[in-house]
């Protein structure tokens, strides 16, 4: 498989150069007119992600808890929901990506799905995240447990929770909603 460019358009440092294949590779290239149009289609499906991706909340409820806020700001929850947490999905650190040395500007990858959480060096929340990958598609959890409390109102957590498709409440055993 040969990879072309356009005359004058910047190439990914790490993408080989290949020169236009022989006549005999019986390979007849479309040519396309360099325009405005094209460069932002090409931008445009540089940044398309490859696979879906859907945004699920958790949250950990236990007796004594009746405002928004007493269950968004829960540290503490039993083995049992770090079980059931730890079956939907593997752990990944949420820390900044790097441009590496050489890469020119603007063609270092977008951060993967799993970074809508904040990867800067601040980690406002929370240094892991839960990731659930199939071929296609993705499962990013927002566990709200594991999300520092930065505020007393929970805000912070509810921007996410509050954002995402679907929301699974884990009521503990014993909940009895009051």
């Not at 499906?45 to 700001?73: F, R, W």
Request: proline share 10%; glycine share 8%; with cysteine.
């Amino acid at each position: 498989q040969m990879l072309y460019t356009l005359p004058g358009l910047a190439t990914h440092p790490a993408m080989p150069q290949q020169a236009a294949p022989p006549p005999s590779a019986h390979i007849t290239p479309l040519k396309l007119q360099q325009s405005n149009s094209l460069l932002t289609g090409l931008t445009v499906l540089d940044t398309t992600p490859y696979m879906e991706v859907h945004k699920v909340g958790l949250v950990y409820v236990t007796n004594g808890q009746c405002s928004s806020a007493d269950i968004l700001l829960n540290l503490n929850c039993s083995d049992r929901f770090w079980n059931f947490v730890n079956g939907l999905g593997q752990w990944q650190e949420l820390k900044p990506l790097r441009q590496p040395a050489g890469c020119k500007e603007g063609w270092w990858p977008t951060p993967p799905p799993v970074h809508s959480l904040d990867c800067s060096g601040y980690q406002a929340d929370g240094t892991w995240g839960l990731v659930r990958s199939f071929r296609t598609q993705q499962l990013l959890f927002h566990i709200c447990p594991s999300i520092p409390n930065t505020d007393p109102t929970g805000n912070n957590k509810r921007r996410h929770v509050g954002n995402d498709a679907v929301t699974i409440v884990y009521a503990e055993e014993g909940y009895d909603g009051a």
